[in-house]
């Protein structure tokens, strides 16, 4: 533990007594609930999903629980540390936080003029790679790939790309989920990973990541920014949107430099307040939970989230405590993490300008510490 961690007190993190614990804890909850079912992956920081399962079980025999109760809970059952950089024993860089939300966007069962770009289920030929069955000289970061059979000899091989897709690799397959109105609206849809669509008769239904190409993620704002296109101080989600409307001709061309591409499962959208379903397999709650680098971080681990400067539109800095419950391809690092903020147009709008310095707290389990 100690090659990776510092511990600190909780009198050392700013905002904690003013923090809302009871709404931390309900984000908790949720992954309690999974992790007792299905533990998660204990990651490469090393906090013990064993342990968080054993805490998990407790927090649910003491639902349900108050402000006080669930600050107590946390206080009594973990303790408050900073991520270490292993290479120089020094404390990690300083964190960094973006936010996400998840947008509500028109959308065809079929397509149509105005909605051309599909969004797909997983293909059947899309299998996940590890350690086992890597191919020889892959890199590590590559998690899915293409399994064939060749002369009777069954294989892997990198994923047909974005490009390729584009241009009609999966096409007449069936799994095609809806379509929206084109490659830079199923791209957003992409980067947020979860979206609910709106058909023309009123029905609403959710889409969520199911998997990806296995290619590298690459940031088209960087892209615009590189070909200078973009100004550096402006080449934020918006100027990336205002950039395709002006140069529909060019859009595709830009886009499919991130060669990245995401499949999606489809859920029913239950009520306006429940939030997409995160990789850790739960609904995430605006606010509290997280999205990590999951090579690193065990899903359902509480991490304190302090930063010097207010989400726009608010008044006092975001000081939090979030619940590590989601991933992202951007979201490399134990100090970068991505916000989630909620559903629709109001989140997205302050989603698209948070780019925050943040320091990282991870709360490990006691008894871990004891053993």
Known sequence: MKQHFKQISYDQLAGWNNDDHRAAMNAFLNTARQMVEAPYH???LNVSSEHLVKISKLAIENVPFDQNSAKRFFEEHFSPFEIIDQENDQLAKEGFVTAYFEPEVLASRTRTEEFSAPLYHRPDDLVDVDNDNRPDGWDSEFKFARIYDRDEEPGLETY???????NGYLDNKGLEIAYVKDMAEALYIHIQGSARLRFEDGTLIRVGYAAKTGHPYTAVGKVLL??????????????????????PDKMNAIIENN????????????????????????????ERSLAIDRTLHTFGTPIWIETNNPLPGDDSAFQKLMIAQDTGSAIIGPTRGDLFLGSGAGPGKIAGDTRHHARFVVLLPKQQLRN
């Open 259 to 286: 060669r990245s591409y995401i499949f999606f499962n489809q859920y029913p959208v239950l009520d306006d307040k429940s939030g997409p379903i995160g990789a850790a397999k739960v609904s995430l709650i605006a």
């Open 42 to 44: 204990t990651r490469a």
């Open 226 to 247: 590189d070909q200078g296109k973009l100004s550096r101080d402006n080449c934020g989600m918006r100027a990336i949107r205002n950039w395709f409307s002006a140069n």
């Open 160 to 166: 047909p790309d974005r490009k390729a897709i584009n």
